[in-house]
């Protein structure tokens, strides 16, 4: 069993969007630092474009504070009140302004978002003092984070994050600041450690907490007939980076093989008509790929569940982006799906090549169709890898003891600043 929370402890929590469908990882960890005992108030930088839409969601819908949203005259109203109540802490605050200002050019794109991001500062603050908040704590390190260490020092308390993907090697400014600032800095991935420590970040800062899956998940019951096309599926935000390019590819050659195959896309994006006019190009009966549109987070499973291998070829896309260590490809895990993947950025911490799962080379299409082929033709190959999966995912990746991990350094931080 996981150690419980102080009864005490007072958490914020700060992303982008909650409940974002794209972000079930952050609402996941809230829920589960609830069961646990913890009181989080939930703060979204903006109202989410894709809603998460759970039923067991509706209390965390209805307490989120929606920063970006306050009326920018109430913002300013706060601004003056923090540096009456907390001067000490804004003039620290309005110090990082400086400094980050002068570290990205005073007459730039970058320096005009931090004095945006500042501003709201202020109110963040505000909500934080106002709720006897003992820590803050971000996901992302990219704009919310610019809010978090600003807010943090108004408020007079401390701040962490949890470092993903894009938020590091797309949008990553700042970064050796964020760490030197936080009481700790997590991230999802050894890989991202090393990258953090290869900008001469404080290492003693930077910790390992994964995204984990909810172990009182159960996947649904696998169905009694097996499929007579042997079916290939996906699920992701149709983007460069999660590779479905590659994917299609692949099938490609699988059916002009004569393979019996069919490929399921779940997702959508800005990339769908143009995987649509490539399935087409390529001449893949309509049969052989589905495009089935996005899902509800509680159908993903169920999806998964019907399929013969899960298939994510992720891959560096053209402005540096690359996905972490994707939740799910832990779920078609725990569905025992076997699962195929690339060796890019965290995830061969998770698919381990030919235990837990099978790896290739990003971007390449010859590989993910041998590894296709592979699976088709053995079927004690399927076996291993589906108990190699599960076993993985339960040794690493349960959203319990991750969380109980979390909620350990930020007691740490609180009693040390109580001690201060």
């Given at each position: 069993?996981?150690?419980?929370?102080?009864?005490?402890?007072?958490?914020?929590?700060?992303?982008?969007?909650?409940p974002a469908l794209s972000a079930t990882f952050?609402?996941?960890?809230?829920?589960?630092?609830?069961?646990?005992?913890?009181?989080?108030?939930?703060?979204?930088?903006?109202?989410?474009?894709?809603l998460a839409t759970e039923a067991s969601l509706s209390q965390l819908r209805n307490n989120v504070f929606h920063l970006y949203e306050t009326p920018k005259l109430q913002v300013l109203s706060d601004n003056l009140i923090m540096l009456v109540i907390r001067p000490s802490g804004c003039f620290q605050a309005v110090g990082r302004l400086i400094s980050d200002i002068l570290n990205q050019g005073l007459i730039s794109r970058s320096a005009l978002g931090l004095g945006y991001r500042f501003f709201y500062a202020a109110t963040l603050a505000k909500q934080l003092r106002r709720g006897k908040i003992q820590h803050l704590h971000v996901h992302f390190a990219h704009i919310p984070t610019d809010i978090a260490m600003y807010a943090a020092p108004m408020a007079g308390i401390g701040f962490s994050v949890q470092a993903h993907a894009n938020d590091l090697f797309e949008r990553g400014w700042l970064l050796k600041q964020k760490v030197a600032r936080s009481v700790f800095f997590a991230t999802i991935s050894e890989f991202n450690q090393r990258f953090l420590e290869n900008l001469n970040a404080d290492s003693q800062k930077i910790k390992i907490i994964r995204c984990g899956v909810d172990q009182g998940w159960q996947p649904p019951t696998k169905p009694t007939q097996k499929n007579e096309i042997f079916t290939i599926g996906t699920v992701g935000r149709l983007v460069e980076k999660k590779g479905i390019d590659t994917l299609i590819d692949a099938i490609s050659k699988l059916v002009k093989d004569d393979r019996k195959v069919c490929l399921k896309i779940a997702g959508n994006g800005p990339l769908e008509s143009t995987l649509k006019n490539q399935a087409a190009s390529l001449g893949i009966p309509d049969e052989s790929v589905q495009f089935v549109g996005a899902l509800p987070h509680d159908q993903v499973a169920e999806f998964i569940n019907g399929l013969d291998v899960f298939?994510?070829?992720?891959?560096?896309?053209?402005?540096?982006?690359?996905?972490?260590?994707?939740?799910?490809?832990?779920?078609a895990m725990l569905c025992q799906i076997p699962v195929i993947s690339t060796e890019l950025s965290g995830i061969p911490e998770l698919v381990v090549n030919n235990i837990s799962g099978l790896t290739i080379s990003p971007d390449n299409d010859i590989e993910l169709a041998t590894a296709i082929n592979q699976l088709m033709d053995s079927p004690d190959t399927r076996l291993r890898l589906i108990s190699g999966g599960k076993q993985r995912v339960e040794d690493e990746f349960l959203l319990n003891k991750n969380v109980t991990k979390l909620i350990k350094l930020i007691q740490t931080s609180i009693n040390s600043r109580i001690k201060q």
């Amino acid at each position: 069993m996981p150690d419980k929370a102080d009864s005490s402890l007072r958490i914020a929590y700060l992303a982008p969007e909650i409940p974002a469908l794209s972000a079930t990882f952050v609402y996941n960890e809230i829920l589960e630092l609830n069961k646990l005992g913890a009181e989080v108030k939930p703060f979204s930088v903006h109202r989410p474009g894709h809603l998460a839409t759970e039923a067991s969601l509706s209390q965390l819908r209805n307490n989120v504070f929606h920063l970006y949203e306050t009326p920018k005259l109430q913002v300013l109203s706060d601004n003056l009140i923090m540096l009456v109540i907390r001067p000490s802490g804004c003039f620290q605050a309005v110090g990082r302004l400086i400094s980050d200002i002068l570290n990205q050019g005073l007459i730039s794109r970058s320096a005009l978002g931090l004095g945006y991001r500042f501003f709201y500062a202020a109110t963040l603050a505000k909500q934080l003092r106002r709720g006897k908040i003992q820590h803050l704590h971000v996901h992302f390190a990219h704009i919310p984070t610019d809010i978090a260490m600003y807010a943090a020092p108004m408020a007079g308390i401390g701040f962490s994050v949890q470092a993903h993907a894009n938020d590091l090697f797309e949008r990553g400014w700042l970064l050796k600041q964020k760490v030197a600032r936080s009481v700790f800095f997590a991230t999802i991935s050894e890989f991202n450690q090393r990258f953090l420590e290869n900008l001469n970040a404080d290492s003693q800062k930077i910790k390992i907490i994964r995204c984990g899956v909810d172990q009182g998940w159960q996947p649904p019951t696998k169905p009694t007939q097996k499929n007579e096309i042997f079916t290939i599926g996906t699920v992701g935000r149709l983007v460069e980076k999660k590779g479905i390019d590659t994917l299609i590819d692949a099938i490609s050659k699988l059916v002009k093989d004569d393979r019996k195959v069919c490929l399921k896309i779940a997702g959508n994006g800005p990339l769908e008509s143009t995987l649509k006019n490539q399935a087409a190009s390529l001449g893949i009966p309509d049969e052989s790929v589905q495009f089935v549109g996005a899902l509800p987070h509680d159908q993903v499973a169920e999806f998964i569940n019907g399929l013969d291998v899960f298939v994510l070829p992720c891959k560096k896309d053209s402005n540096g982006d690359m996905d972490g260590i994707p939740v799910v490809l832990m779920e078609a895990m725990l569905c025992q799906i076997p699962v195929i993947s690339t060796e890019l950025s965290g995830i061969p911490e998770l698919v381990v090549n030919n235990i837990s799962g099978l790896t290739i080379s990003p971007d390449n299409d010859i590989e993910l169709a041998t590894a296709i082929n592979q699976l088709m033709d053995s079927p004690d190959t399927r076996l291993r890898l589906i108990s190699g999966g599960k076993q993985r995912v339960e040794d690493e990746f349960l959203l319990n003891k991750n969380v109980t991990k979390l909620i350990k350094l930020i007691q740490t931080s609180i009693n040390s600043r109580i001690k201060q």
